[in-house]
């Protein structure tokens, strides 16, 4: 019933910026809390970004919280990753979660989950 559809993802150079976007259906946005994980192969998936039902956001580090943006545009029942001065070290699939219970940074505390999308940064 709930699907998460990710866009905005491809090829940029290093200083660029991307949105990404996560549509979500069959749930209010507005009423759960969403976060942005990455993964690059052999690694774990990583948390990126967390807004919790209440718009409270939380960051990874300090540097991404430099960096990256997370929102919400409740109208649109959708989330967004906004990535300036993008790094080749950001290059990664980023994935959109969704939980009703939990404002986490933990894989676990969510059900759902989008298809991720490719953001590839060259140097």
């Known amino acids: 019933q709930v699907q998460l559809v990710e866009s905005g993802g491809g090829l940029v150079q290093a200083g660029d910026s991307l949105r990404l976007a996560c549509a979500a259906s069959?749930?209010?946005?507005?009423?759960?809390?969403m976060a942005w994980f990455r993964q690059t192969p052999g690694k774990v998936r990583e948390f990126v970004a967390l807004?919790?039902?209440?718009?409270?956001?939380?960051y990874s580090a300090d540097s991404e919280k430099g960096r990256f943006t997370v929102s919400r545009d409740n109208a649109k029942n959708t989330v967004y990753l906004q990535m300036n001065s993008l790094k080749p070290a950001d290059t990664a699939v980023y994935y959109c979660?969704?939980?009703?219970?939990?404002?986490?940074?933990?894989?676990?505390?969510?059900?759902?989950w989008g298809q991720g999308t490719q953001v590839t940064v060259s140097s």
């Open positions: 069959g749930r209010t946005v507005g009423t759960s809390h």
């Open positions: 807004i919790s039902q209440s718009g409270s956001t939380t």
């Open positions: 979660a969704l939980s009703i219970y939990y404002a986490s940074t933990s894989r676990g505390d969510y059900r759902y």
